[in-house]
């Protein structure tokens, strides 16, 4: 169903059959949506003033996280559980970007990390602290993915502008490397026992990568 608008989007679905999207309003406003047992229900408040949110993942908790955009129409990571959304803030820039969370209730992401700057760092948001995960030399790092221990995967930006994949545990980013010299790797998802996979350069071609130990 919807929620009285004439579209509606489903995201992710956990093993409780618990399911979370994007549905219009009936007064035409896109907004987060949770669906269980033939009742979609949204949450308190439906946004954080700007008309807009949307679900990016859920864990068999129940928890939702995802944005939503503010009264100045910048975008903020939401964590949605037991009927209320909160706030989980940014680095310090004006726009940031939740879109993972683990079963303990670690919540990933992107965040401008100051005001003046583009630029976007991984975080890892965790009981109310929102760590920035830094970089491998660059000005950029983008996470994809994280398991239930908290290890962390993605890309940086190195010193020389390369995009390097890394695994981010325990307050250390960990550069994985390149198939090749000279060459660029991209980490896109890490499963319980560490193995990592993703994709990265050879000869100006792209192939497949399998990380582990």
Do not use: C
């Amino acid at each position: 169903g919807d929620l009285g608008g004439t579209h509606s989007y489903a995201r992710r679905i956990n093993e409780r059959g618990q399911i979370i999207g994007q549905s219009e309003a009936e007064d035409g406003a896109n907004i987060v949506f949770l669906w269980e047992k033939g009742v979609m229900t949204i949450p308190e408040p439906r946004d954080f003033g700007g008309g807009s949110s949307d679900a990016g993942d859920i864990n068999n908790r129940g928890q939702v996280v995802g944005n939503s955009l503010d009264e100045a129409r910048e975008q903020r990571p939401f964590l949605w559980y037991k009927g209320m959304m909160y706030n989980l803030g940014t680095l310090g820039g004006p726009n940031a970007y939740a879109f993972r969370i683990n079963e303990r209730g670690q919540v990933l992401g992107q965040s401008q990390y100051a005001p003046d700057t583009d630029a976007q760092h991984a975080f890892l948001w965790y009981r109310g602290v929102m760590t920035d995960l830094g970089t491998l030399g660059g000005a950029w790092s983008e996470a994809t993915d994280l398991n239930q221990r908290g290890q962390v995967v993605g890309w940086s930006y190195t010193a020389d502008g390369v995009q390097h994949a890394f695994l981010w545990y325990k307050a250390i980013m960990i550069d994985l490397g390149t198939l090749e010299p000279g060459g660029w790797s991209i980490a896109t998802d890490i499963n319980e026992d560490g193995q990592i996979v993703g994709y990265g350069s050879i000869d100006g071609w792209t192939h497949a990568i399998l990380w582990r130990k």
